[in-house]
């Protein structure tokens, strides 16, 4: 597939750790706090987030039973199952994925987090806003802001054993 568009790792990185410093800027003083990685691109990048906030527990989210599109689209073979460190009651959750596009994903993880709980608060960062939502749904935190066409696919590569092969490529999508 040609990439038409190559983000390296080292602005990738200055992205993650804005994110990281932005929401340690915001809840300095907030109790209690989770960061929650979507399933599959948003764990890493909640990894990492957390990697920079020890403070604040990480744990995962998974969309497969919620999303709204699962007739036509399997549980991916790498399933993750949502693991959610604390009580979310109560408690402010920042929801972490790697692209914002049409606000579906998030509105899954939205459904699955109050499957656990009632959050007193939840806010989301992306590492990607690409546009073209189709909900109403806009990051909190955003690290980078990409001008992507409906044509073309935004593919998020963090690489959990060596962060020097991370990039962002802007490909192609493939049509249905």
Excluded: C, W
Excluded at 75 to 83: A, G, L, N, S
Excluded at 110 to 121: I, M, N, T, V, Y
Excluded at 157 to 167: I, T
């Amino acid at each position: 597939m040609p990439v038409s568009y190559r983000i390296p790792s080292a602005e990738l990185h200055q992205a993650i750790d804005q994110l990281a410093a932005e929401i340690a800027r915001r809840h300095a003083k907030t109790k209690r706090i989770v960061l929650l990685g979507v399933a599959n691109g948003g764990i890493e990048l909640a990894r990492r987030i957390g990697a920079k906030l020890p403070q604040f527990p990480v744990g995962t989210i998974d969309i497969s039973f919620h999303r709204d599109d699962i007739g036509n689209q399997p549980i991916p073979k790498e399933y993750q199952p949502t693991v959610i460190p604390v009580d979310v009651t109560g408690a402010t959750v920042v929801l972490v994925d790697d692209v914002l596009h049409t606000g579906r994903t998030i509105k899954a993880a939205l459904d699955e987090l109050f499957d656990h709980g009632r959050p007193a608060k939840v806010e989301l960062a992306v590492l990607i806003e690409r546009g073209g939502h189709l909900l109403p749904v806009a990051a909190d935190y955003t690290g980078l802001t990409l001008d992507v066409t409906g044509t073309e696919k935004v593919v998020v590569k963090l690489d959990p054993s060596d962060p020097a092969h991370d990039h962002v490529e802007i490909v192609p999508a493939k049509t249905r």
